[in-house]
């Protein structure tokens, strides 16, 4: 499905008034055209303690799709699984939110936006199924251009979660870019970097004013 038209957001999204810090607003909403438009900018929403904050790390992590690392372990485990693509958006951010993970992060509030971005064609799911076809891992996150920027992943079964971020990167291509806000040691074996804030912001233009990914139509 092609993303749809978002009313434009009442907020201002300016990194020239960002603190030298990774939390760089709070307030504002969850509307489509909102979040949209903070990601466009370089940030994106995640709440804490009640609050909407916004965050635009100082240390970027991001995957340049053409270095992903796939162990020969990956492999085997990419043998054993299927891919699909947008089947199932919603079990996937709920598998996500599950509250029993740590560092659950996503409330209802979030849940509803961007289950409605998806349903408008901007937020996307990947999901990893094993040979009885259930769900055993998967990713979402907001397409804008070329650029995918990864909300949350998951995994019931070894390297399932692995398996749908090596889907995302054939899908994304060499043009395009992974956003996965922070790096961790996890997503640096599989080639997750850092780049400063300014240099992720000044590679932002060039992506998001691309057309969109074909794939997801």
């Not at 094993?130 to 907001?142: I, P, S």
């Not at 749908?164 to 996965?180: F, N, P, S, T």
Request: net charge negative; hydrophobic share 40%.
């Amino acid at each position: 499905m092609s993303p749809q038209p978002l009313p434009p957001s009442p907020w201002r999204f300016d990194p020239d008034a960002w603190p030298d810090e990774d939390c760089v607003a709070l307030g504002a909403d969850l509307e489509p055209g909102t979040i949209v438009e903070a990601y466009r900018h370089g940030a994106f929403p995640m709440p804490h303690d009640g609050e909407l904050l916004w965050w635009s790390p100082t240390r970027r992590g991001v995957l340049v799709p053409s270095a992903i690392k796939v162990s020969r372990s990956l492999r085997r485990s990419m043998r054993r699984m299927t891919v699909t693509v947008d089947e199932s958006f919603e079990d996937v951010i709920d598998a996500c939110a599950d509250p029993a993970r740590p560092g659950s992060w996503i409330d209802g509030p979030i849940r509803e936006a961007y289950v409605t971005l998806h349903r408008l064609g901007w937020a996307h799911s990947i999901e990893a199924r094993n040979d009885a076809g259930e769900l055993v891992g998967g990713l979402y996150g907001l397409n804008i251009g070329t650029l995918f920027a990864g909300e949350s992943m998951f995994h019931r079964a070894t390297d399932a979660s692995k398996v749908a971020l090596v889907a995302l990167a054939e899908l994304v291509g060499d043009d395009g870019l992974i956003d996965v806000q922070w790096r961790t040691d996890h997503l640096g074996t599989l080639g997750v970097v850092e780049w400063p804030r300014a240099d992720y912001l000044g590679a932002l233009p060039f992506l998001v004013d691309r057309p969109t990914l074909s794939e997801w139509a």
